[in-house]
């Protein structure tokens, strides 16, 4: 059974689809403010390698709808924290928003571009500029440089060098996936014991 293999290929399939750039844009704009969503270079990446001569469109798009994501993501901070706040916690963002939270006050804007390629999610910073009222302009100006240079970068090499590594990323796609899968699984009993 390859398993991984699928997945890949019913990926690549979606990522060709002519729907798929909206949602794109609507994967970008949601992960910005709300916790579970994954960050959209899940899609922004297949659809770079699937359609190169379109990979700065998509890379455009994303970083245009997480910003307005962001945006959003700052007024829920700003103005609902109270209702957001037991999520943070249920979800166990607490100490990541904590992080976030002395970030901004050690650093504000640049905290805001560093953001773009943080393991920390970009929605923990949108929601923490919110709450610490931190200036719009700059916040905005900060998600366009970090955000963009994440994705604009993302895109230009899968444009740029994917179709030369494609077939070889089939090729160990299965053994690829397990060995993600064994590692989650290895570092969740090690935090567990």
Same mark, same amino acid.
């Given at each position: 059974m390859q398993l991984f293999v699928t997945i890949y290929q019913s990926v690549m399939r979606f990522s060709r689809r002519s729907e798929a750039p909206y949602y794109l *844009? !609507? !994967? *970008?704009f949601v992960e910005s403010f709300i916790l579970p969503f994954p960050p959209p270079d899940v899609m922004l990446a297949p659809m770079a390698l699937a359609k190169p001569a379109r990979a700065m469109h998509f @890379?455009?798009?994303t970083l245009l709808f997480s910003v307005l994501g962001g945006l959003v $993501?700052?007024?829920i901070g700003a103005f609902l924290f109270d209702l957001a706040e037991p999520l943070i916690i249920d979800w166990g963002y607490q100490a990541r928003f904590q992080t976030v939270i002395e970030w901004f006050e050690e650093w504000g804007f640049w905290a805001v571009l560093v953001a773009g390629f943080s393991p920390v999610p970009?929605?923990?910073f949108t929601i923490a500029a919110g709450v610490l009222s931190l200036a719009l302009l700059?916040?905005?100006l900060a998600s366009i440089i $970090?955000?963009?240079a994440r994705f604009f970068l993302l895109a230009w090499c899968l444009a740029k060098? $994917?179709? @030369?590594?494609?077939?070889? =990323? #089939?090729?160990?796609?299965?053994?690829?996936?397990? @060995?993600? #899968?064994?590692?989650? !699984?290895? @570092?969740? #009993? =090690?935090?567990k014991f």
């Open positions: *844009s !609507l !994967l *970008s @890379a455009a798009l $993501g700052y007024m970009y929605k923990i700059p916040f905005v $970090g955000r963009g060098f $994917g179709p @030369a590594i494609e077939p070889r =990323l #089939v090729r160990y796609i299965e053994y690829i996936g397990w @060995a993600i #899968v064994g590692a989650l !699984l290895l @570092a969740i #009993v =090690l935090y």
